[in-house]
């Protein structure tokens, strides 16, 4: 299972999905151009000490991400979808997409999904965070293929 970030704008969303994706052994595509310098001072804050255990695959641009990316089904998270993602039946090489965060993602990306999926939230809001709806979408993946790492037990946690 895979995450893949659309030209992401928000610094400290990046650097929390990068965690998210070290916590859960998901790697972690960057679709270039940020909205920001891609560095890591721009992610540290929000990555902390997890960034060095991210796996982070960086493409320059949409065009290369497709060119390079790994074999699965495109999987794209956005409010403009029919099927909530609690109804769908994901695979291990599913590569779960969300769009930037200000803008979402474009016709393009959209065409090229092999799916879309939406979160389904109250009436009159737009949206949830970019770096929440990743979370929810790939703990429902990862539940659905038991497929959570797994977690040696240490002496702090038996304590």
Do not use: K
């Amino acid at each position: 299972m895979r995450l893949a970030l659309f030209e992401p704008d928000i610094p400290p969303n990046l650097g929390t999905i990068l965690r998210l994706g070290a916590c859960l052994a998901s790697p972690v595509h960057v679709i270039e151009p940020c909205g920001f310098p891609f560095s890591v001072q721009a992610v540290r804050r929000s990555a902390m000490d997890y960034l060095e255990h991210a796996e982070i695959v960086r493409h320059l641009s949409w065009e290369h991400f497709l060119a390079e990316r790994p074999a699965g089904r495109l999987l794209l998270l956005t409010t403009r979808a029919a099927v909530p993602y609690t109804a769908f039946r994901f695979a291990p090489d599913d590569i779960l997409l969300l769009g930037s965060e200000s803008r979402g993602a474009p016709a393009h990306v959209h065409a090229a999904a092999d799916a879309r999926l939406v979160i389904p939230i109250r009436a009159g809001l737009r949206s949830i965070n970019v770096a929440t709806a990743a979370a929810m979408v790939l703990g429902e993946a990862l539940r659905q293929l038991q497929a959570f790492p797994r977690r040696e037990a240490s002496p702090e946690d038996l304590s």
